[in-house]
């Protein structure tokens, strides 16, 4: 029996567009922090349909030359036209069926639950769940994370959830689980919020694990961490506050025991410092002034936010290195 063309593309086509899919959730899980998104780009794979298409005209109009003088029938040109003429809008017509369609998981078609449609026949796109790379606290480093489980949560969670597959906003929240391949340990969970060909980091468990640079003091740390997740996760106000936080604390640190105030005990922690440093690098109190000032009027500044990360750490690299190189013992608490 021979194969049917068409058959053979659509499958093909099928395989192509669940990829893009695909490669898009990896993407997301693995460069998009809370709450933010991204939009799949399926230019790719019209622009490759439209260069297909070209081929073809182009093999078809050298095969009719080469019948044609050797006198064979001009019916073909029409026909092999017409097909070729189709490819942009087939491959569009496909597009939209899995713009449009419900996603399910390949990995977990048959450990779902039973369909909280029942009896409804849809077309259903299944999309292989990639695997990805994630930092394991149990590994104590990035590894591939394979996927455990994944499904979509909110046909039940709804008292009539036909309707969520009967118009053009196609909208899915799915459960995502995955697991570190090294050593097996807890899952990490994610919920994806899907609107038509929008993806969405909705939540995830545990928090997202921020790389601290290693001069940060381990004191301190964890106000660098907060405040880069409050920031990508679009909190800037709290962003700036956690490195306002960062550099107070560093000053309570320092003058511990004196019950100084914010900017006395940072103006103090100053003068504990080597005049190199003191005098060459950024100043805590002028980088405790910047961020008080944008707290205090309420000033979401991103800019600010990446100025005073670079500032912070370019103060404790100086600090670090001038105290290597006179080979002096850091002052207590630092
Ligand atoms: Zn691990």
Known sequence: MMTNPDEFRIKDLHSIISNKISENLRLLLETKHLYQSLSIDWHPIVDQAKLEQEQIKKEAQKAIAAMMASGSSRILMGQQTEHNDDMESYVMKQLLYFIRAPWEFMQ?????????????????????????????????????YKPVYGEDALPHFCQHPDYLYETDNTEQIFVLSYQCQSCDSKPEIFLVRRFIDKLTIAGRSMIEHVEVPKVIPKEVAKYWSNAIVAFQSGQVLAGLFFLRVLIEQQGQIVSKGQSLKGDKAIEFYMSTLLDEVKEKFPSFVKIYEELSYAIHTADENEKLFYSCLDDIEAHYQAKQLYYNLEKKKKPKGI
């Open 108 to 144: 977990c078609k048959d450990r779902r639950p039973p369909s909280p449609l029942p009896g409804k026949k849809m077309f259903e796109a299944v999309i292989n769940l990639p695997t990805i790379k994630l930092f394991c606290n149990n590994c104590e480093r990035k590894e591939p």
